[in-house]
């Protein structure tokens, strides 16, 4: 690089400074000439395959609709925020976004606990903000701007309690979960109830608090009961480290799990310790719709790999705010929360799905068998299904 070139882009861009403040002057972000969008993920720590396989989906969506000339001749600028898979980290980086980064709308996070931290800032600062795919019941409860695109806990774990007693045949499970984590405990309360209504019986319970990786006494506590199947609903570094202890005590029978489990390093995780176990999923890849194979054949252009139902809804989610900005009329963040609220009957890779007036979705979801290094399409569980 010679020096001449980089004393002119030096200069260059301290021009582009001085234009970019004059624009930012208008306090309302809805003028400023492109649309400034926050994302808040999990892109490091325990958690962070949902973070980054999340993120690429809302990438992908991001660099088509750009490609196609933005929304209304405005471009989508994301601003991504990591929350090193911390709640706290979530509330604090939300309110970057919301005060510096003067975002028009929000997505994230993937973990309930997370979400429901952020939530409450976006909502004061009158930010919309979209999940993805946080299913705790509690989340949109935080605020009439808080929106999600995901189905919630409460059918999850009706979904999971009756594929358990009708499907695998269970009369008695076992339940094991992290008591201080909102989605972990939510789902499991939620089977639990369920499965019993059913005329199954919880025959053991076990839990753990913070960031362990230790499962030895939880995991003999509930192997001792015999339950027929355990339900695990924890996120999936924490699964395979569960997985083994059950199978080194010489427990045999089944774990299921809930959306939680997935990621791309499940299996590498688990070893053979999962082989025949079951768990929840947000999108069908086998569905013929073109919709949903363009955007399979669209990720694996872009990032050599197969994309799951973390990355297809945070595809879902940019689509949804891209709808928004046209139902209402315009990128301002009062605009993008009334259009959010008019949307119906929306197509989006994970499912046609209205918002309903909790701003949730109702969706279906996918039962996967883990066979080897594959995952096999078992069931698909309707609301409706549920009685
Ligand atoms: N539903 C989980 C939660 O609310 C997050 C999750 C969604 C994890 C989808 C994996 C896949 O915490």
Redesign the pocket.
């Known amino acids: 690089m010679n020096r001449l070139w980089m004393a002119t882009s030096a200069m260059a861009l301290v021009l582009l400074g001085v234009h970019l403040t004059a624009c930012k002057q208008s306090s309302d972000p809805a003028a400023s000439e492109d649309i400034p969008i926050g994302v808040y993920l999990s892109l490091s720590g325990a958690?962070a395959d949902?973070g980054v396989t999340t993120k690429n989906g809302i990438d992908l969506a991001v660099e088509e609709i750009n490609a196609a000339g933005g929304i209304g001749g405005k471009k989508i600028r994301v601003i991504a925020k990591d929350t090193r898979s911390k709640p706290e980290e979530a509330q604090t980086v939300a309110k970057q976004l919301a005060t510096q980064d003067k975002v028009v709308a929000a997505i994230g996070?993937?973990?309930?606990?997370?979400?429901i931290k952020a939530a409450p800032v976006f909502q004061e600062a009158g930010i919309p903000m979209v999940?993805?795919?946080?299913?705790?019941p509690d989340?949109t409860k935080q605020g009439d701007r808080i929106f999600r695109v995901?189905y919630l806990?409460d059918f999850?774990g009706q979904a999971c309690a009756d594929f358990a007693f009708k499907d695998m045949k269970a009369t008695k499970a076992g339940l094991l979960y992290a008591a201080d984590?909102?989605?972990?405990k939510g789902?499991a309360g939620f089977f639990r109830e369920h499965f019993k209504k059913l005329g199954g019986e919880i025959v053991a319970e076990a839990t753990f608090q913070g960031d362990v990786s230790e499962f030895k006494d939880q995991v003999s506590a509930v192997a001792a009961k015999e339950p027929a199947l355990v339900f695990v609903p924890v996120?999936?570094s924490k699964i395979g480290l569960i997985a083994r202890e059950f199978r080194k005590q010489g427990f045999k029978g089944p774990l299921l799990g809930?959306?939680?489990?997935?990621?791309e390093q499940l299996v590498q995780l688990a070893g053979e310790t999962l082989e025949g176990c079951y768990f929840g999923?947000?999108y069908d890849p086998e569905d013929a719709d073109p919709k949903v194979q363009g955007y399979i054949k669209g990720y694996r252009e872009k990032f050599k790999k197969e994309p799951?139902?973390?990355s297809a809804?945070g595809y879902d989610a940019v689509y949804a705010i891209k709808q928004a900005i046209e139902l209402g009329g315009g990128p301002g963040r009062d605009q993008i929360t009334e259009g959010l609220r008019k949307i119906r009957g929306f197509k989006g890779v994970t499912g046609t799905f209205d918002i309903d007036e909790n701003r949730n979705a109702r969706k279906p979801i996918t039962m996967l068998k883990i066979g080897g290094t594959d995952l096999k399409k078992v069931k698909v569980i309707q609301p409706g299904d549920i009685k």
């Open positions: 958690n949902f996070s993937v973990e309930s606990g997370q979400s999940s993805p795919s946080s299913t705790n989340v995901c806990d999850q984590d909102d989605y972990s789902l996120y999936y809930g959306d939680g489990w997935e990621s999923y947000h799951n139902s973390l809804l």
